[in-house]
């Protein structure tokens, strides 16, 4: 075994896996199936591209560690990344695989569902995680019929909303190459050159990091509306190449062991009208008020409506959420999907929280956007980057 | 409107839409409800990083166009990049988003589907596609009770498994993109290069392209599994350094207009050992022997067991698939998860199908690995790479 990859200590692992367990308990589940590919790596360290097929963790009320089950080879994968020991690497034959012969990767999890002692009990799934498709239940119901199935969705991700002091450090880490990659993408920008050699340079800064460690893929591939476009926020780049008068959004995210930390910032090419500058300063201006308000005890609804407040003044509302909850993910997301800063969530920070706050303002011609990571502090909100908070022009 | 994004003719994507409905109406199926980001993208052209949030495409048996259904912030992605009406872009507001107000995108989606006049007829839905999780068929099920659900899993990429010339050309362009970066790659791997450096340098190239287009983003990212872990295909790169005695295998994809072209090769850092080299004419011997085989009227299991025999002379044998059917793609798959090059598969080979075949040979302490990606022609298969097959020493 290689344990010497684990980011984390074992022990810190045990006490996620406790965690969980408390809340097993709480909504009386004897055996929780996680596919969700960020709660797998959260429990167990395993980290690898293998979420194209069917995995899963499984975690017992009563076992000591959680079991891995996952294709045959993809097993040294788990051998190498987590902490787990070899009993409890499960991995099911090949032809499981987008299988013509009427085998599905879950006929294979139910029976060591089964044999672990738990095919009669409360087993709780994540009904909306993002790989546990309805083909994957119905297959465990099937093979499963004495189980009672529970919805047992964002349970892990409820766990990880609260970060330790060794996560914050990889999401400074996260930071410093977020950063990095966001000069070399302002300093790439430029009438004539296309977007797709800014996203070029752009990518190989983030993965290549920082003199001092290198850089993992963001969950989310660096995103760069401009031009006509800054209204459509996920499009991916092209050929296109900027042109005078283009506001460009830059959004992207450096990653250290899976954590990230994105930040978005906005340019013009060329010389910007007066109407940009305002927008620019309106959503500077929001966002701090929105920052400023983040401390222990106030609610997620409170800090987006600091936000909303601010841009009321200049006669401006914008619908949609201004930051979410995140950390650790996998494609296709980086965020936890629990607590969101918008109306409505009334869930109260406390310290070690970490959002992305990314508000912005559309008009039909032009946009602009600024994001910060932040954690709850025990006195208020800090940002993790510093990079300056301004209209880039180029 | 803005249509020039398409990377087809209109006329393209309605005989794509046409095919589907013959194969709905041999199903008996009045409405597809589609949620693999690829499907979309093949019957409207729809394309941008919203995935991680539910959306649809739905085709009605009398529908004209196709329906696109997806976050109102997407919408205007979707009027960017699709080739759709803009009464057939239905957007869904933002508290459906990881919503805490128990509102989930597929309330919306039924909602559509009953206005199409649907709500009680044969709905057919893609079960195993990655991201139509459990609960978004629970959705749908309560809110559409009259309606008679159908898997219509892969009904879509059964569709695409037969290129188009347009798609065949956008694959070659996606191989220029592939063979640089794999040049890029061998070149920058070195004792004492950390892996990230490499995957940053991979990187680049695969997002500059080349000097007539750039690069999209890979469905997969570039794996590059080395020294201990040649057999992990699916580990990620770390910051170790390169080290004298690694076997390195580097597995990239080009990627243009979300059209991939895989490529592996195998790189040794120093002297390897007489036994790598052995092995490596092995799998260049089997590779090629089922590559003589690909032709139309041929099987794919019958392409397997060319390779098969091939490595049974040398007392060698490998579970697993040796290849698959593959080409448009997102996060996390560039397979197509139809036809797979694997005893029990009798699919016949037909022209312009087009096939990743990755064979290759782990023992303890090394892999070796080989890939071409190739298409059927009118009497054999051509590979689209003529990257020298060896094994790589540096």
Not at 56 to 73: A, H, L, N, S, Y
Not at 132 to 138: G, P, Q, S
Not at 199 to 223: F, K, M, N, R, S
Request: proline residues 6%; hydrophobic residues 35%; contains cysteine.
């Amino acid at each position: 075994m290689d344990n010497q990859m684990l980011p984390f200590e074992q022990k810190e692992y045990e006490r996620r896996v406790e965690a969980t367990r408390d809340r097993m308990r709480d909504e009386e589940i004897d055996a929780l199936l996680i596919e969700d590919p960020a709660n797998m790596n959260y429990l167990t360290g395993y980290d690898g591209w293998s979420f194209y097929v069917h995995q899963m963790v499984v975690i017992t009320r009563d076992g000591d560690e959680p079991v891995w089950i996952g294709r045959g080879q993809d097993a040294n994968g788990a051998r190498a990344t987590t902490w787990l020991s070899e009993e409890n690497i499960r991995a099911y034959s090949d032809d499981h695989v987008h299988s013509p012969y009427d085998k599905h990767p879950m006929d294979f999890v139910a029976k060591v569902v089964k044999e672990l002692g738990y095919g009669d009990q409360r087993v709780g799934v994540e009904k909306d995680a993002y790989f546990f498709t309805a083909k994957a239940y119905e297959r465990l119901q099937q093979h499963l019929p004495e189980a009672e199935f529970v919805d047992a969705d964002l349970l892990v991700n409820q766990v990880r909303l609260i970060k330790t002091d060794r996560e914050i450090d990889l999401i400074r880490e996260a930071t410093n190459i977020s950063e990095a990659a966001m000069q070399t993408g302002l300093d790439a920008i430029e009438e004539g050159v296309p977007e797709s050699e800014v996203a070029a340079d752009i990518y190989e800064t983030l993965i290549a990091g920082t003199e001092a460690y290198g850089g993992d893929y963001p969950a989310i591939v660096p995103l760069m509306p401009s031009g006509d476009h800054t209204g459509t926020p996920h499009l991916t780049w092209s050929d296109r190449p900027f042109a005078d008068g283009d506001p460009v959004i830059l959004e992207l995210a450096g990653c250290r062991h899976r954590y990230h930390s994105p930040l978005a910032r906005t340019a013009f090419v060329g010389d910007p009208p007066q109407e940009v500058h305002e927008t620019a300063e309106i959503v500077i201006e929001g966002l701090n008020a929105a920052l400023d308000a983040a401390e222990p005890g106030v609610t997620a609804e409170e800090v987006e409506e600091a936000w909303r407040t601010t841009i009321a003044k200049y006669d401006l509302e914008k619908e949609s959420r201004i930051g979410y909850s995140m950390g650790l993910g996998y494609p296709p997301d980086w965020g936890e999907h629990t607590v969101s800063l918008r109306p409505g969530d009334t869930t109260a920070l406390e310290p070690n929280m970490v959002f992305h706050m990314i508000p912005g303002i559309w008009f039909d011609d032009f946009g602009f956007e600024l994001s910060e990571t932040f954690r709850v502090t025990e006195t208020g909100a800090e940002r993790f980057s510093d990079f300056s908070q301004e209209l880039f022009t180029k």
